[in-house]
């Protein structure tokens, strides 16, 4: 603190980043902040917000991914876009090591060893990395005006491997052992329940509620958590009445492939094409209005999603660990927000260091140090509730992995931009 509020070169740059990481984390709260208000005056609820999160996994977020990558993507960026796979896969890799640790320390109850050990595995990716690439990457805090723009299409590149690694893998961890052994701790839409998860406030919402049990109420928090961020892979009789998915396509598309990442893959096939990307991309070119006007609906995305999380907080009350333990919670936390971003930042300065193909570009950098250190994304919650097991845990661990967020987000992002990403033009180094 001394050297922040210090009159040096070093201490007034230093203050300097701790202000910018500050804003930017502000930024997402006063988002959040905004779908909490609408929810304690009615204009949100549970249907409009399940109708506002399929509308941004349906629609919105495809746009947004599609034309940043796109617009970021080309032959050069390749090896970029193998670096953010590899990024991916890293994190899966060394969290599942984190994970399985926390489990052996802190002992959670049998039943939930193997989702409490996939937390930090799965899921790194949601809608904050994609509004801090934008926040943070501004001609005021020494970036190029474009880079916000590539920031956004590094998260979609970022996103391909991480929808395949979280629906492949994840789905496959959280399957439940058939010879019984780890029996789901707490289902949602069926099977048997332990001791539930509820919430610490008491429910406000009609006569019925006077007589609730704690698992309904746990219940509603999973329903209303599951809704966020997803595009789940849906069943069969919702996939026959798509009719842009072709029964013959059915069978050979995996189910864990959804929307957004499928807008991603077509943003990088376009713009590997020098002539489609000019004729998109490029101002004043024919179909730079439908560009443009893609551009324009996608931005809405993260925010939405991040203001039905808001809403959820007002609407369902503040869960309980009854069920989970104060140990494994803290466990979790740790593994996930503080253990699994030292670990990562500290190999990726290795391999820019040491390794003489790591990218050169910041921003790159930048955006894998980001993803490891922003809370999981709700899909966790969502798989959960298709494997039958640990839904309301789940749900629970992530609402206070958010709370906790908000102070190690904006610690990592100081840290980030003061002493890993600094390599960047216009920017005061301290001397």
């Not at 474009?146 to 979609?156: I, N």
């Not at 842009?244 to 094409?273: D, E, F, I, Q």
């Not at 140090?369 to 640990?390: F, K």
Request: neutral net charge.
């Amino acid at each position: 603190l001394k050297f922040f509020l210090s009159g040096t070169h070093g201490g007034r740059a230093m203050f300097g980043v701790f202000l910018i990481s500050c804003k930017a984390t502000a930024k997402i709260i006063l988002i959040i902040g905004a779908g909490a208000y609408l929810e304690w005056v009615g204009i949100f609820n549970t249907t409009t917000r399940k109708f506002v999160s399929v509308m941004a996994v349906k629609l919105l977020l495809p746009c947004l991914l599609f034309t940043k990558v796109m617009y970021t993507m080309s032959a050069d960026n390749l090896p970029i876009w193998l670096w953010l796979s590899a990024a991916n896969v890293t994190y899966v890799m060394l969290g599942f090591v984190v994970g399985s640790l926390g489990v052996l320390v802190t002992g959670p109850p049998r039943g939930m060893r193997k989702v409490f050990a996939a937390v930090p595995a799965v899921g790194h990716g949601n809608s904050i990395p994609l509004m801090l690439g934008a926040i943070i990457c501004t001609p005021e805090q020494g970036f190029l005006e474009t880079d916000a723009a590539k920031a956004e299409g590094y998260v979609g590149l970022y996103l391909v491997m991480h929808s395949i690694t979280m629906w492949g893998v994840g789905m496959s961890v959280l399957k439940p052992d058939p010879t019984g052994d780890d029996d789901a701790g707490a289902v949602a839409g069926g099977g048997p329940a332990p001791a539930a998860l509820g919430r610490a406030q008491e429910p406000q919402r009609g006569e019925q509620d006077d007589t609730i049990s704690e698992a309904e109420r746990g219940d509603a928090w999973t329903a209303s958590v599951a809704t966020l961020e997803i595009d789940v892979p849906a069943p069969e009789q919702r996939r026959a009445r798509l009719l842009c998915t072709p029964a013959a396509v059915r069978g050979v598309v995996p189910k864990w492939v959804n929307r957004p990442m499928v807008a991603a893959v077509l943003g990088m096939l376009c713009g590997l094409s020098p002539t489609i990307k000019g004729l998109m991309v490029t101002t004043n070119s024919p179909l730079n209005f439908l560009y443009s006007a893609m551009e324009s609906i996608g931005r809405a995305g993260p925010p939405l999603l991040l203001m039905g999380v808001g809403g959820i907080f007002v609407s369902e009350g503040k869960p309980t660990l009854a069920g989970i333990g104060a140990a494994p919670m803290a466990g979790l936390l740790v593994g996930r927000l503080v253990v699994l971003p030292t670990v990562a930042i500290g190999f990726w300065m290795f391999c820019r260091e040491y390794l003489g193909f790591f990218p050169a570009d910041p921003i790159v950098l930048l955006i894998m140090c980001i993803e490891s250190c922003t809370p999981s994304a709700y899909n966790l919650v969502t798989m959960c509730v298709l494997q039958g097991r640990g839904a309301r845990e789940m749900s629970v661990v992530l609402f206070y992995q958010n709370v906790v967020a908000v102070v190690t987000m904006t610690f990592w992002i100081t840290l980030i931009l003061g002493f890993v990403v600094t390599e960047r033009p216009g920017w005061d180094q301290p001397q």
